[in-house]
């Protein structure tokens, strides 16, 4: 009970970041995405953890269908406000991203910047098996996050990695660094037959 507790505390807190400006809310999208919707053709696109829908924007404005998902409700109804001019385009729930059963169809293209890398591990299960649901064959998965640092729960793991590439293929590993330091990784997949 103190766990479940605790876990409505966090997410209260987090909820609140959103009152103001989060630092990780920068409001100009990852340069990753956009260099990929300059080499891919308009699709499908699902938004892991979309926040206030920056990247959702980028991607409607080239002509995409994006859906987000985010557990911040102040983030959700903030990405509701930006894309409500792509009507039929775009669409923004809040919940958690282990919980997709309210999607349906398959995507193109399924990204997540900064969320995976926050989930415990029974999250981490669920969400891959909606990852491995939801995208199609041929799709793509971009995922961007900070490294995992020794014993701690927080971070994505190699053994993250090697869960990821049991159903899909890894095309790119590009390890970076934030402005504090921290280090992290852009990782591509591409779930296809081979």
């Known amino acids: ?6 876990g409505w505390i966090k997410l209260f807190q987090f909820n609140l970041r ?36 920056t990247n959702m924007l ?11 998902v985010d557990i911040a409700f102040l983030a959700t109804q903030k990405a ?4 409500k001019g792509y009507k039929g385009a775009a669409n923004v729930y809040t919940r958690h991203v282990r919980s997709l059963g309210v999607l349906d169809g398959k995507y193109d293209l399924i990204y997540d910047i900064g969320c995976y890398h926050a989930l415990n591990e029974v999250d ?17 998965y971009l995922i961007y996050g900070f490294y995992q640092k020794g014993d701690e729960k927080f971070g994505i793991s190699q053994e993250d990695i090697s869960n990821f590439s049991r159903f899909m293929r ?7 660094t934030d402005e504090r330091g921290r280090a992290a990784v852009c990782l591509e997949f591409c779930k296809d037959t081979s």
């Open 1 to 6: 009970m103190f766990d479940k507790l605790f």
């Open 18 to 53: 959103y009152l103001g400006d989060p630092p990780w809310d920068t409001g100009i999208p990852v340069p990753e995405l956009v260099e990929y919707i300059e080499h891919h053709e308009p699709g499908r696109a699902l938004d892991l953890g979309c926040g206030t829908g």
């Open 58 to 68: 980028a991607f409607l404005r080239a002509g995409w269908r994006v859906d987000g």
């Open 80 to 83: 509701k406000d930006k894309t």
């Open 124 to 140: 981490r299960q669920r969400y891959r098996e909606n990852l491995e649901t939801l995208l199609r064959m041929n799709g793509h």
């Open 170 to 176: 890894k095309n790119k590993h590009l390890n970076s």
